[in-house]
């Protein structure tokens, strides 16, 4: 197979070969990688309930109970009490009639989409949603549509010019993965109201961080009860693994009949829904909301002093803070110095991102230690200075 080959010379030879770091121990602040202790800057871990004690002792209550693994697709036979007490909390959680498991966000996006439209429907995406997002909408043969990222206004002109006899479907991430900015939800709302058509937000990174209850960017943005499909991830804020999709009970039964992602999949194990239920409710506590404070906290010292070492951080509101560097090349000798000076961060280069715009995507986590993080972004100027990029 020799193209197999040709294509990783090419990836080594364009910058954009991709290797796997080990990690070692749990998700926390400090992390071992390759064999050294290193500050952990690119976790998605970001309220720092991977290790916290309540998950791995409710994981380990129901690995006792109900065994390693669920056996099923749910419509089979692995459905179990653990699957609907979750959903049931989800759906409280985020104020909804309903809620829906899937094994990931990935396989979430992949089902809700190409379920809810088909061909002669359109889709109406913002440019940087997540590649989940964009094969989705590929998967599901609807026409396709990418608006300008963020912009309502040219979204209004595609909906005006594309308007048909088919179902219209909105889709936004909440946070931008990449960006770490928001949609402009309460705008999007108003026009999908306008236009008749649904508005699906993927709030993967919002879940658990932001708002005043954690409940996500749709919470933050004052919009409940006006985005007909939320999607949100377990294994970010929350620490634990999965997904959901968070609506009106018509749609979550429609999609536990029609979404193939989740029809044909064996199911969460045990250990993992006994953790996600653990992190909804302490997310819900005082301890969360002390916990989102700390992020909050973390994330305005970290931004403030890259921005002030003239870094350009794309406008980044959230605990994910990009620093733009530009080529593939220069990004990564970036991350592989930084690592050097102890400090884990990882170069993002294209397909993720558009050519010319590679970055180092740090994002912060509440159990940081405010000193550490201060002295991380004095690593990353050194380094930039050094590099010409500031």
Not at 29 to 36: E, F, K, L
Not at 101 to 109: E, K, Q
Not at 131 to 136: N, Y
């Amino acid at each position: 197979m020799t193209f197999i080959q040709q294509e990783l010379d090419s990836l080594r030879h364009r910058g954009l070969y991709r290797s796997m770091r080990l990690v070692e121990g749990a998700q926390k602040g400090r992390v071992v990688v390759d064999g050294r202790e290193v500050l952990l800057l690119c976790s998605n871990n970001y309220l720092g309930l991977a290790d916290h004690p309540r998950l791995k002792e409710a994981a380990i209550r129901a690995v006792e109970t109900w065994g390693v693994g669920s056996g099923a697709a749910r419509l089979v036979s692995g459905n179990m009490s653990l699957h609907r007490q979750l959903e049931e909390r989800l759906a409280e959680f985020k104020g909804t009639e309903a809620a829906i498991l899937f094994n990931n966000g990935y396989s979430a996006n992949l089902g809700i989409i190409s379920a809810l439209v088909g061909r002669g429907d359109t889709i109406y995406s913002d440019r940087l949603n997540h590649a989940s997002i964009v094969d989705g909408a590929l998967l599901s043969r609807a026409k396709f549509l990418r608006y300008p990222h963020n912009d309502v206004d040219g979204l209004r002109r595609l909906i005006e010019t594309n308007r048909g006899s088919g179902r219209q479907l909105i889709v936004t991430d909440g946070v931008f993965s990449m960006d770490g900015d928001m949609a402009r939800l309460r705008e999007l709302a108003d026009l999908k109201e306008e236009s008749d058509a649904l508005l699906m937000v993927d709030d993967a990174h919002g879940t658990a961080v932001l708002g005043e209850h954690g409940r996500g960017s749709v919470e933050l943005s004052g919009v409940p009860g006006r985005v007909d499909i939320q999607m949100g991830t377990l294994g970010k804020g929350l620490g634990s693994f999965g997904a959901y999709v968070a609506g009106s009970l018509e749609l979550i039964e429609y999609l536990r009949n029609r979404a193939r992602s989740f029809v044909f999949s064996t199911s969460l194990p045990p250990a993992v829904l006994a953790a996600s239920l653990a992190a909804i409710e302490l997310v819900s506590s005082p301890e969360g909301a002390e916990l989102r404070q700390r992020l909050a906290a973390n994330t305005a010292l970290f931004s403030r002093a890259l921005t002030g070492s003239g870094f350009d951080t794309l406008g980044s509101t959230t605990q994910i803070v990009p620093v733009l560097v530009g080529g593939a090349e220069q990004v990564m000798e970036f991350s592989r110095r930084l690592l050097e000076e102890g400090v884990f961060v990882q170069g993002i280069r294209p397909p993720t991102v558009p050519v010319g715009s590679c970055r180092l995507r740090c994002t912060v986590m509440a159990t940081h230690d405010p000193d550490e993080l201060a002295d991380a972004a004095a690593r990353i100027a050194a380094i930039g200075r050094d590099m010409g990029i500031i």
